[in-house]
């Protein structure tokens, strides 16, 4: 008998085990946050005590300081005069930086989307260089972390909150750490009210990932952030909707993504394609159409303004972002003139207590009044299919859900030339058909769809000419032109009313037609 009972009873035991080891982990519920300073998540919009918040963020760039052997944090070297640090004292820069705030502020931006990843690596450890030193995140953390508070707190002073940029907390365990600590001091504070741990893994994550291995990479983040953060948001600013071939945003677990978009050819229909199938909450984290008043005016940057952050309204967004604050000296024209403010004359703050070198563009004077703007019901962009108005080839075809045969829409196609050197994508519609535009002809293919798995390949297609006229296909024009260097101008009607007023005649043209017939994808499994 008593050995009966004692076998009845290890069986039990062994049946509780293996159950236990089959339980999944309980969901982690996020604290109440309603009657408390941050801001929150509800539905598909932010909060804060019962109210709805809507991000209208601004890029703020920073550079470090040593001064007198501590690490404190300034405007960027390029923010005024150009290349010169006007301050050199903390109390100098704590001004200079109230400054700059109040009349962030007064514009009619709410968060700051503070740059704060830029960090140097030696042999030692990643450091972040200030005047010819060297604070590292491992052995000098506590001065960046007071250097980080007495910036914070002088953002909540002047009203707005922030958006902290950290490097990516993956490539070293220093920078794990380091961020840990970051996330623990600031923990209670509301001032941060959000993370951004990977600045547009598509032109930043170098290794061929696949979408499991990336799902692993960011439940990791989430995890340390519901540990040692668990009153702020977790975001991961995307670029394109060709993320969605390792960084998918329906699959990653972050609270919202906040992605980037430039370019009035492309912006709506990015939008549209995260707002109808990016699976998450969203906010468009970078934005901004390149103005010098010369080659593009300040008239057509405060249209693509005022329409972009309508359209994302039009779309459930629940925040908008412009880069940056100052315009830059370096780099291309669309790097340079982005900023809100240029380097020409003074600009004074109502209060008459600060000056800053620069004047404020008109786009920047529109925001209080997009504040009480109401959506129109969305609208897909007439260049959705053709974003880029290429017109030589276009290849039809058709992606199916290999498990189910059913259609699968809004999938992402991208292709590239032979050399790899020009690339062009599309998205399929709600019968899973596409038709891909280039102006090269496509050789490599990638797609994939949110949920979906990624598929890689070459092709050299058949092409049968679709229109008449003597063409060859070695001698087609445009074939290098590469979408940086497309202007949106020729694709605008002949008297056009702003920026987005495209002539949709443009967008359906092609000489040479290929066929890439069916194409099978397969859903995943977390």
């Known amino acids: 008998m008593k050995k009966n009972i004692f076998k ?46 809507f991000p209208v963020m601004l890029n703020y760039i920073v550079s470090s300081r040593n001064i007198n052997g501590e690490f404190v944090i300034s405007p960027h070297i390029d923010y005024e005069e ?25 514009m009619g931006f709410n968060i700051i989307r503070m740059c704060f990843d830029r960090i140097n690596k030696n042999e030692k450890d990643y450091y972040y260089y200030a005047d010819g030193k060297e604070f590292f995140i491992n052995t000098d953390y506590n001065q960046i972390l007071e250097g980080l508070e007495t910036f914070t707190n002088i953002a909540n002073e002047k009203g ?48 061929q990932r696949n979408k499991k291995e990336v799902f692993q990479i960011v439940s990791h983040w989430e995890k340390m952030m519901r540990k040692h953060a668990p009153n702020q948001l977790f975001t991961i600013g995307l670029s394109e909707p060709i993320e969605v071939n390792k960084w998918d945003p329906a699959l990653i677990p972050v609270d919202f993504v906040a992605f980037h978009t430039y370019h009035p050819l492309r912006a709506k229909s990015e939008i549209y394609w995260f707002s109808t199938y990016g699976g998450k909450p969203w906010m468009i984290g970078e934005t901004a159409l390149p103005a010098d008043n010369d080659s593009i005016s300040y008239d057509d940057q405060t249209s693509y303004m005022r329409e972009v952050y309508q359209y994302v309204v039009d779309c459930g967004g629940a ?22 403010l240029n380097h020409e004359d003074t600009t004074r703050t109502q209060d008459g207590n600060y000056t800053i070198l620069g004047t404020v563009k008109p786009a920047a004077q529109i925001l209080p009044e997009l504040a009480d703007y109401k959506p129109k019901e969305k609208a897909i962009p007439i260049n959705y299919y053709n974003m880029m ?8 075809g058709q992606i199916v859900n290999k498990k189910t045969k059913q259609p699968i829409e ?70 290098y032109l590469e979408y940086h260097s497309i202007c949106y101008k020729p694709y605008l009607k002949d008297a056009p009313v702003s920026v987005f007023d495209f002539d949709e005649s443009k967008f359906n043209q092609a000489k040479f037609k290929g066929d890439l017939g069916k194409l099978y994808l397969m859903p995943i499994n977390k």
């Open 160 to 207: 707005l909150r922030i958006m902290l940029l950290l490097k990516r907390p993956w490539e070293d365990k220093s920078l794990e750490d380091f961020a840990i600590k970051v996330f623990e001091k600031f923990k209670d504070n509301p001032t941060i009210f959000a993370y951004d741990l990977m600045n547009e893994p598509l032109y930043f994550d170098y290794e």
């Open 389 to 396: 108005g290429y017109n030589n080839y276009v290849i039809k």
């Open 410 to 479: 809004g999938a992402v196609i991208r292709s590239w030339n032979k050399y790899w050197s020009i690339g062009q994508n599309t998205y399929s519609d709600e019968n899973g058909e596409f038709l891909l535009y280039s102006n090269d002809e496509s050789v490599h293919f990638q797609i994939s769809a949110p949920n979906m798995t990624s598929i890689r390949f070459d092709k050299n297609l058949r092409y049968k000419k679709i229109v008449d006229g003597n063409y060859d296909r070695n001698y087609l024009p445009d074939q």
């Open 8 to 53: 009845l009873l290890l069986i039990l035991c062994v049946v509780f085990a293996v159950s236990c080891q089959h339980t999944p982990e309980p969901t982690r519920t996020k604290p109440d946050l309603s009657h408390t300073d941050f801001i929150y998540l509800k539905d598909k919009h932010f909060e804060i005590r019962n109210e709805k918040f």
């Open 82 to 106: 150009v290349g010169v640090f006007e301050s050199h004292t903390k109390e100098e820069i704590a001004h200079q930086l109230r400054g700059h705030f109040q009349l962030i502020k007064e």
């Open 319 to 340: 925040g908008f972002g412009w880069w940056d604050f100052q315009e830059a000296v370096h780099g291309s024209f669309e790097a340079q003139f982005t900023g809100i």
